[in-house]
């Protein structure tokens, strides 16, 4: 999978030189590149933002470096199957393990970080004419830009593509796979500090064990996510 993100931070993502995905790099499983949007401006003071048309509070992105910045990461692709333009915003679609899923089979991803109120929406719609564009919301709060949210996207897409994650079992196992959330897990030893494991985990009964832990699912999903199961 190819990975461009622009951001007028590029050193913020190099926390992705990290871990899981920095290894997947390394193995050629992810291909990321990052941009500095202010490269894509022509003035002495690199400027990337401007007041807002119709008034109010804050600065919005200029549309010019950001239409400069999506020729030169798209190049002359227009194919919207291969390429997805993802717009971090609050007012964007809820991301979730679904849309996670849906863009981890895209070859193409480029991530837009937006910073200040937002990117002038005529950069959106210029890009929609070419390829998949989807303004995504990491959640019902607001962050004071586009970066921390990308991350969280590409390291949950990432994590998806096949090979990054050695044993694939453990991503069908997990939170928000098959909508319920994830069985409380336990390791050795079998008693600490006084709390003792499931004794139904020791006893090797396998059908017991899957039945308990759909339970624990369904338990842990109705107590603190009731709105999952619909
Ligand atoms: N940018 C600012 N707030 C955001 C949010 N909640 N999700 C995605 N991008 C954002």
Redesign the pocket.
Known sequence: MRIDIVSIFPEFFSVLDISLLGKARQQGLLDVAVHDLRDFTHDRHRTVDDTPYGGGAGMVMKPEPWGEALDHVLGDEADPEATTVIV???A?TP?TQALARELAAVPHLVFTC?RYEGIDQRVVEHASSRVTVRE???????????E???TAMIEAVGRLVPGVVGNPESLTEESHEGGLLEYPSYTKPASWRGLDVPPVLMGGNHGAIASWRHEQQLERTRRVRPDLLG
């Open positions: 971090p915003s609050p964007g991301f937006g995504i919301s990491l959640g019902d709060y607001v962050l004071n830009g586009g921390v949210a990308v």
